[in-house]
């Protein structure tokens, strides 16, 4: 399988993309709106359009009415040993009504009615269908097609992997050009990958879909907008069923250009009969890296970014908005001591200690990010989020954190506790305990861990030797004694072992 993108180090915005998530939903109830009516009108197209290329092979002579004459002059022109094979009687049978054509005594009245009823089919489909109406084929462009198509999918996955690429790419150059420029530059790059389609492949019936050719585009605005960001890549590998992560990294301005080679590759290859529209990746890529370059060339860029600033920074700290441009420009050890400084005058502040970590991050300095990372598990939850402070706490163990302050080590554990996350909780209960022998609160997080293995996940052994690891802590601890006896207490009924239960005096084993 393919190295597939996961994240990037830009993918932080300065406000909710909005138009972003919108293309996101709307995509999506698009497809669940056609996509089950899409398959049944392409099965029967697929159908009658082989029944018209297999009779016209059979009897040359037979009367082709309407766009189905088109297609099959198309299919001799481009496809011209399969169409002779088709006329070939000795060829393997495709389906019930080959079968049938070739035992049958036709008459030329008898090809030409069947003809006619094959073409009004064919007719009757261009008509009524999603795919023919409103997805994209060269034969016959409508100027709605060309934007419609990219809102039309083939399935789950082609519309996953779309939405997926669509949000690492849009939401970074959403946030910088803004919420005007940026559609615009998606539909603009939709038109014109499709009409780079319709160059290479002309008169073709072969109709496209999907938003791969607009996300191309933003593709190469990306490339061009930030071709330093390490992108963050996935590689599964493995049997079936027991897939395992490889991660890397690797610079836009390495992987997207790599990325544009096998589009032209795989294109210049399979033409037609790929099932990927490759020259339409390739038309969207090259328009997105081109107009990008014109965005900054005519300074547009630079003043949707300055419209954009004002909005998001107009109560921002001196500090702050000096630090984010330092960051915009990768002077990251500048940006750094402009959040220091703020934070020597108010180290409470939420946004000065996240772009730090950013800073950090983007420098590689983990001892730094570690640090900073403690800081917000903190912040947050002396701000009430509890789960934005396990997920900083998450990234701080990660980077072999070791040990928070005990008041909030302890609000995290009860917080694990109280989700029912019982084994995380336990694990980290004990681990408090490990790390702070000399405290009392340190007998109290195991005789908490004991209820939970005991009470929650039916581990009466690892019960019984947390409780007596806290029975035996020379601490202080007289008024958990009542409960680390009844614990023992329990663990004897649960555990049917002779001799796991001997007393409940202090100190006795």
């Known amino acids: 399988m393919l190295p597939f993108p996961i994240t990037h180090e830009d993918l932080r915005g300065r406000r909710w993309p909005y138009v972003s998530i919108v293309l996101i939903v709307l995509n999506a109830l698009i497809f669940v709106a056609t996509h089950d009516r899409m398959e049944r009108e392409q099965q029967q197209s697929s159908q009658v359009r082989l029944h018209i290329l297999i009779l016209s092979a059979r009897f040359p002579d037979a009367e082709i009415t309407g766009d189905a004459k088109a297609m099959v002059d198309y299919f001799k022109r481009d496809h011209a040993a399969l169409y002779n094979k088709l006329a070939d009687s000795n060829r393997d049978l495709l389906d019930a009504w080959d079968a049938q054509l ?3 005594d036709l008459s030329q009245d008898d090809v030409n009615a069947e003809m006619a009823n094959l073409c009004a089919q064919f007719d009757q489909y261009e008509r009524d269908s999603i795919a023919w109406n409103y997805g994209f084929h060269p034969y016959h462009p409508t100027a709605v097609s060309y934007i419609a198509a990219s809102f039309l999918h083939g399935g789950w996955l082609h519309l996953i992997f779309n939405m997926w690429f669509l949000w690492l790419a849009g939401t970074v150059l959403e946030d ?11 539909l603009v790059a939709a038109v014109l990958a499709h009409f780079v389609y319709a160059v290479m492949f002309p008169g073709t019936f072969v109709t496209v879909m999907g938003a791969s050719g607009a996300i191309a585009g933003l593709m190469g605005g990306f490339l061009a907008r930030f071709p330093t960001t390490r992108i963050k890549l996935a590689w599964f590998w493995g049997i079936p069923f027991y897939w395992r992560p490889l991660n890397f990294s690797a610079r836009a301005y390495i992987l997207l250009p790599l990325w544009l080679l096998v589009q032209l590759f795989e294109g210049s290859l399979s033409g ?6 490759y020259w339409a990746h390739v038309g969207g890529f090259v328009f997105g890296l081109a107009g990008a ?14 419209a954009i600033e004002a909005k998001v920074t107009w109560k921002a700290d001196p500090h702050i908005v000096h630090a984010t441009d330092f960051l915009e420009q990768r002077q990251f050890d500048a940006a750094i001591s402009e959040l220091q400084q703020l934070l020597k005058v108010n180290p409470d502040s939420l946004d000065a200690n ?12 983990f001892a730094g990010q570690k640090e900073i990372l403690g800081t917000l598990c903190r912040l947050y939850a002396t701000a009430g989020d509890i789960d934005a402070a396990l997920s900083h706490y998450d990234l701080y ?3 072999g954190g070791d040990k928070l302050p005990r008041g909030l080590w302890l609000e995290l554990c009860r917080h694990m506790e109280s989700q029912q996350n019982w084994e995380r909780a336990v ?22 861990a004991a209820a939970i293995c005991l009470t929650k996940l039916n581990h009466p052994q690892q019960a019984e030797r947390l409780y007596r690891a806290a029975q035996a802590s020379p601490l202080p601890h ?10 023992l207490k329990q663990c004897e009924t649960a555990d049917s072992r002779p001799g796991a239960y001997v007393g409940t005096s202090p100190g006795k084993t």
């Open 102 to 104: 070739l035992v049958r």
């Open 478 to 487: 007289a008024e958990l004694d009542a409960t680390i006896a009844e614990g």
């Open 293 to 306: 370059f014109l965005l900054r060339f005519t300074g547009l860029e630079q003043s949707m970014d300055q």
């Open 427 to 448: 694990s980290e209960y004990e681990r408090f305990a490990e790390k702070n022998p000399t405290e009392r609160s340190s007998v109290r997080a195991l005789v908490s």
């Open 272 to 277: 037609l009969s790929g099932g990927v529209a």
């Open 397 to 399: 163990l990660n980077l």
């Open 354 to 365: 996240q772009l730090l970590l950013s800073a950090q991050e983007k420098k590689q300095d």
């Open 176 to 186: 910088a050009w803004g919420r005007i420029v940026y559609p615009v530059f998606y």
